[in-house]
């Protein structure tokens, strides 16, 4: 079993649309929870991040983690064409060492 | 300034050629990555420097050479490259030795013949 775990995609919704975009994990020392937003061509962009269990809003973002069950999602209200966009979800664990691990990204279309 | 600054932001090379991937940050932040991402993939990390030494090394072939001149610069240097080593690289840097929150600079894409 990987480490990270992200549903594949792509994924096409129209405009207005609530999506929910998850990541299941294995590893349970994962304590920061990150959700990157990258651009064609572009980098990754920092979009939520969450330490531990919780939920953590901002606009029309909003990031849960549930370490019980070792599962993160991020929801998107009121979905936009710009933010078609591929949604990288990432982990690390607490330490001097510690490094990201991403899920494989999925691909997120908004139709107008 | 919340800018990571990569150039060029395209590069072409033969097998033969030398050449070096540059990166700047104005963050104030001490630590600063390599990451390579082929298309359709996630990033995978290369070197890390914290505090302008090399703390990580993903056992990354030695034809890719990092250097850390200042903690503002981050420097890749190129040499007898694969075409399977073209890919998007990428830069990134945090505030400290703390991985979660990564600026990325928007990378060089780099195509070997």
């Known amino acids: 079993q990987k480490e990270v775990e992200q549903d594949p995609g792509p994924l096409s919704v129209p405009e207005g649309a609530i999506v929910s975009l998850n990541c299941t994990y294995s590893n349970s020392a994962f304590q920061y929870f990150m959700w990157y937003r990258q651009y064609s061509r572009k980098g990754p962009e920092l979009l939520m991040y969450t330490y531990s269990s919780g939920n953590k809003e901002d606009g029309r973002f909003t990031a849960q983690v549930d370490k019980s069950s070792k599962y993160i999602s991020l929801f998107i209200r009121d979905s936009q064409p710009s933010d078609s966009a591929t949604y990288l979800c990432?982990?690390?664990?607490?330490?001097?060492?510690?490094?990201?691990?991403f899920g494989k990204g999925i691909t997120l279309s908004v139709r107008p | 300034d919340t800018e990571v600054t990569q150039t060029p932001k395209h590069l072409v090379m033969g097998m033969t050629n030398k050449k070096s991937l540059k990166c700047e940050q104005h963050?104030?932040?001490?630590?600063m990555y390599w990451y390579k991402q082929k298309a359709k993939k996630p990033p995978e990390l290369m070197f890390v420097?914290?505090?302008?030494?090399?703390?990580i090394n993903e056992s990354v072939p030695s034809r890719f050479s990092p250097e850390c001149p200042n903690s503002s610069l981050l420097n890749l240097h190129l040499h007898a490259l694969q075409p399977e080593d073209s890919a998007l690289y990428l830069c990134?840097?945090?505030?400290?030795?703390?991985?979660?929150?990564?600026?990325f600079g928007s990378g060089t894409q780099l195509s070997v013949l």
């Open positions: 990134a840097s945090s505030q400290a030795r703390v991985s979660e929150k990564l600026f």
């Open positions: 963050m104030g932040h001490r630590a």
């Open positions: 420097y914290s505090y302008e030494k090399l703390s």
């Open positions: 990432a982990m690390s664990e607490s330490g001097a060492n510690s490094k990201l691990t």
